[in-house]
């Protein structure tokens, strides 16, 4: 049963604490998911940016909205995120510790919501703040502000001080994972001690109890319209979360795999595997609307239709523009003027002639 987990172990004499090795590895389960996934939505936005690249623009935005449903449904069901449900573990609230509620009862509602928000809110926040931060980095070494401006000295005050946060971040994560290990301390993650919970094992109750209400929901039957159609909206809902969730158990080692292979360590295998020739320019341009911005002059800019200044390429395209006109049109359209070819800043080659 999908709701139960791909994998239900018998919980060992030992107690209901999991061990560090479960904790871990259900932390990084949701972390392989998203790169794999990315890199899919990529694949597809390259090979056809004008039907797909909103997917990939739009990413972040689109995979919050779905992880937001799909860790919803696993608390409201199960008291435990995607990943904790596949490793048989549960939430249960902090406090006195007389009787463990069942996974099927669900978690208070301030425990619910706080986990719902640190489970998907922070992940998100703090991955946002890795863009800005790469994107500023990037702004830092080809930047366009004058060196005196207010706005270039805070962002490089922000950049002197973000690797000291993030250290700060991480190590609290490392510092509450060797107090697991040692047994000072019942939570291996910050973040759900903030959330007023800890992990448990699931037991026998609470896989009966699961199965009885999955069968329960799979046979019950309304008779009243207005119930009916509250069931039927319900049934909606449950079912996208549903086939969410099973798809994922199904494909997730699959995406793990897809995340270890485009690792930086596997980069120049892939590269050798898969080495071409460079294909050459492409000619249907001639026939399409989009060749009006192609100068007769090789030397001219096809944006501002003077000689290029700070010639740039973008190595999407080959296109050769001035760096300012490249920079400017990229950062608002993400994709390159002529070709259409989704194109990010770093994509940008500057040239040097000869006699320069």
Request: charged share 20%; net charge positive.
């Amino acid at each position: 049963m999908a709701e139960v987990g791909a994998h239900l172990t018998a919980a060992p004499a030992g107690g209901d604490r999991p061990s560090v090795f479960e904790a871990v590895a259900q932390d990084s389960l949701m972390a392989a998911v998203k790169p794999a996934l990315q890199h899919l939505v990529k694949v597809l936005a390259e090979s056809n940016p004008a039907r797909y690249g909103f997917l990939w623009h739009w990413f972040d935005e689109i995979y919050v909205l779905l992880d937001l449903l799909l860790q919803q449904h696993y608390l409201a069901r199960c008291s435990a995120s995607f990943s904790e449900n596949f490793y048989s573990l549960k939430r249960i609230p902090m406090g006195d510790g007389r009787q463990q509620p069942l996974a099927t009862a669900g978690l208070p509602k301030r425990q619910h919501w706080k986990s719902l928000l640190l489970l998907v809110l922070v992940p998100y926040l703090k991955g946002k703040l890795e863009k800005l931060v790469s994107s500023l980095r990037e702004e830092d070494e080809y930047s366009i502000h004058p060196p005196s401006s207010s706005w270039k000295r805070f962002y490089r005050a922000f950049l002197a001080a973000y690797p000291y946060v993030n250290m700060t971040w991480e190590g609290w994560f490392l510092i509450q994972q060797l107090c697991y290990i040692l047994g000072k301390a019942e939570h291996h993650s910050p973040m759900l001690k903030l959330a007023g919970v800890r992990l448990v094992r699931l037991t026998a109750e609470d896989i009966q109890a699961l199965e009885k209400k999955w069968a329960e929901t799979t046979s019950n039957q309304t008779h009243s319209f207005t119930s009916r159609v509250q069931s039927a909206l319900r049934k909606a809902l449950g079912g996208i979360a549903f086939s969410l969730s099973t798809g994922l158990s199904v494909s997730v080692f699959f995406l793990q795999f897809l995340d270890w292979w485009y690792s930086s360590e596997n980069q120049e295998t892939i590269k050798s595997l898969t080495a071409l020739p460079t294909p050459p320019p492409p000619v249907h341009l001639e026939q399409e609307p989009s060749s009006a911005l192609l100068p007769s002059l090789r030397s001219v800019c096809p944006l501002c239709r003077k000689v290029r200044v700070n010639a740039t390429a973008l190595a999407t395209s080959g296109f050769v523009f001035c760096y300012r006109c490249a920079y400017s049109h990229v950062k608002a359209h993400q994709r390159c003027p002529v070709t259409g070819y989704a194109t990010e800043l770093q994509h940008l080659v500057k040239l040097y002639s000869p006699e320069s």
